[in-house]
Structures are given as structure tokens and as C-alpha cells.
């Protein structure tokens, strides 16, 4: 069973960073691609990362230039940095790790529970 625990989340002011981080269990963490997701109250929940078991990354527009997706396979652990934060970038935030190895179309099969991020105007 894979497991996987963000951290990181908090309460910061517009215009100020965080680094959340997502550990996973299982010991070929490198062959998955690993993603980010968010969910705002009232909203579905959407795409802000994603990075391949090559290192290939991919953003949605609105945090492009602003949040850095990374990963340290020696850990275990895919990170996003978010800079200059807004308002609307207040969610609660997921990983999420592709079912199978290796490949080039993820399909997000794993979550973690979610970390809980505010940005304060």
C-alpha cells in the first residue's frame, strides 16, 4: 500500500513563500511521477505540478513562474516551492503519485491526506 504524507502547509502573508514536501512509502519512488493538486472551498479540485520519473516538470498557468515542483529520490520525497503567494492560491493541497511505473501519461491513483495552505491579504 503506498502512502504518501504532505507537509509543510501553513499561514503566510501575500506575497510570501512556503515549501511543502510529500514523503512516499515503497521503495521505487523514482519510476513514478509524482503531482501536486489543490482544492479551494467550493471548488474541484485542480492541477498545479507534476513532475515525471525523468525529472520532466509541467504547471498550470496560474502558478507558472511562481511555484517550483522537485523531487530527491534518495528521500523519497517530491517538494513544491510556492513564491510570491495570492489570496486565491489558499487550498488545501495534495501529492499524489501515478499507478504505474514509468510512464509519460500519469494516472493519479495515490493521494495523500493534504496540507493545509492560507494566504492572507
Known amino acids: 500500500q503506498v502512502q504518501l504524507v504532505e507537509s509543510g502547509g501553513g499561514l503566510v502573508q501575500a506575497g510570501g513563500s512556503l515549501k511543502l514536501s510529500c514523503t512516499a512509502s515503497g521503495r521505487t519512488f523514482r519510476n513514478y511521477a509524482m503531482g501536486w493538486f489543490r482544492q479551494a472551498p467550493g471548488k474541484e479540485r485542480e492541477f498545479i505540478a507534476a513532475v515525471s520519473w525523468s525529472r520532466r516538470t509541467d504547471y498550470a498557468d496560474s502558478v507558472k513562474g511562481r511555484f517550483t515542483i522537485s523531487r530527491d529520490n534518495a528521500k523519497n520525497t517530491v517538494y513544491l516551492e510556492m513564491n510570491s503567494l495570492k489570496p486565491e492560491d489558499t487550498a488545501v493541497y495534495y501529492c499524489?503519485?501515478?499507478?504505474?511505473?514509468?510512464?509519460?501519461?500519469?494516472?493519479?491513483?495515490?493521494w495523500g491526506q493534504g496540507t493545509q495552505v492560507t494566504v492572507s491579504s
Open positions: 499524489a503519485r501515478d499507478e504505474v511505473a514509468l510512464t509519460t501519461k500519469p494516472i493519479w491513483s495515490y
